[in-house]
């Protein structure tokens, strides 16, 4: 069985119900899709945290970065992913470790082996392959 998104209106009442996204491989680089995308998020009132072991202690745009997501000092809504697939069964453990509520993968991003280490352990909200700018646009 392959994974599937879920359907349009639960991706906007995660969007909707979202306070706090950690941002998993946010760069310091103005360039970089991660950086834009923490832009706009920042822009919707979303309280914002890097994930990024080698920009840990710093603040990249007033946004304060952890090593990694058991780093982050509250209770995160939606984890946004900007690292390569082959990375988001890495990132589907530590998610598990934390009480995130929502795991999701950029566009561009997908791992059948991630959905089914969360699934495994009853974690069902799940997005990959969508981008949040994307979804938030179709919201407005």
């Known amino acids: 069985m392959s994974f599937q998104n879920p359907s349009q209106e639960k991706i906007f009442q ?17 360039a970089k899709t991660s950086y834009q995308i923490a832009e706009v998020l920042k822009a919707h009132g979303y309280k914002l945290y890097g994930v990024n072991p080698k920009l840990a202690g710093q603040t990249i745009n007033e946004i304060p970065v952890v090593e990694n997501l058991a780093a982050v000092p509250e209770p995160i809504d939606i984890v946004d992913i900007f690292r ?3 990375f988001l069964p890495e990132i589907a453990e530590e998610f598990l470790k934390t009480d995130a509520k929502v795991f999701w993968a950029q ?9 089914k280490i969360l699934q495994d352990q009853g974690r069902n909200d799940i997005v990959m392959d969508r981008c949040v700018k994307i979804e938030l646009n179709k919201k407005a």
């Open 14 to 30: 995660y969007l909707d119900e979202a306070k706090v996204i950690a941002v998993v491989g946010l760069s310091s680089n103005p």
């Open 84 to 86: 390569r697939s082959e």
């Open 107 to 115: 566009l561009g991003l997908r791992s059948e082996e991630a959905a």
